[in-house]
C-alpha cells in the first residue's frame, strides 16, 4: 500500500471514530433516553458525564496533530470503551442489535490505529 492510500484510509476511519465521539458525548450530555439506557446497563449517572468528557478529550486528541503517546492512549481508551460497552449491553440481556454497534467501531478504529501506525513507519524509514 502507498503513503497516499496508506493516509486516506487512516483520515476516513480515524474521523469516522472522532465524529462518532463526539456525537456520543453530546448525546451523553443532552439526550434524557441516552440517561435512562445507561441506568438500564446499571451505570451511575456520574460516569455517564466521565466518558463523555473522555470521549470529547479522546476525539480532540485523535484528530489534533499532537506527538508522542498521548494518541497511544486514546487509541487504547476507545477501545478499552468499545469492549466495556459490548460486554455491558450482552450482560445486560440486550438485544444483538445493541451488542454489533461497539464491535463495528471496534473494528473501525483498529483499522484507524494500524493506518496511523503504518504512516509513523513508513515517515521514519524515509527519513532515514
Do not use: C
Not at 450530555?29 to 446499571?42: A, M, S
Not at 460486554?87 to 438485544?95: K, L
Request: net charge positive; no cysteine; aromatic share 14%.
Amino acid at each position: 500500500m502507498n503513503t497516499k492510500t496508506i493516509k486516506i484510509i487512516y483520515w476516513i476511519s480515524t474521523s469516522l471514530i472522532s465524529l462518532m465521539m463526539i456525537f456520543s458525548a453530546y448525546s451523553y450530555f443532552t439526550n434524557p433516553e441516552v440517561k435512562q439506557g445507561f441506568q438500564h446497563l446499571g451505570f451511575s449517572d456520574y460516569f455517564r458525564i466521565e466518558l463523555g468528557i473522555a470521549k470529547l478529550l479522546g476525539a480532540i486528541i485523535l484528530i489534533a496533530p499532537i506527538k508522542g503517546q498521548i494518541k497511544e492512549w486514546a487509541y487504547a481508551g476507545f477501545a478499552i470503551t468499545f469492549i466495556s460497552a459490548f460486554i455491558a449491553h450482552a450482560a445486560s440481556g440486550d438485544p444483538v442489535s445493541n451488542q454489533i454497534g461497539p464491535i463495528v467501531f471496534l473494528l473501525v478504529l483498529a483499522l484507524s490505529y494500524f493506518t496511523y501506525r503504518k504512516s509513523k513507519t513508513v515517515v521514519s524509514v524515509n527519513q532515514i
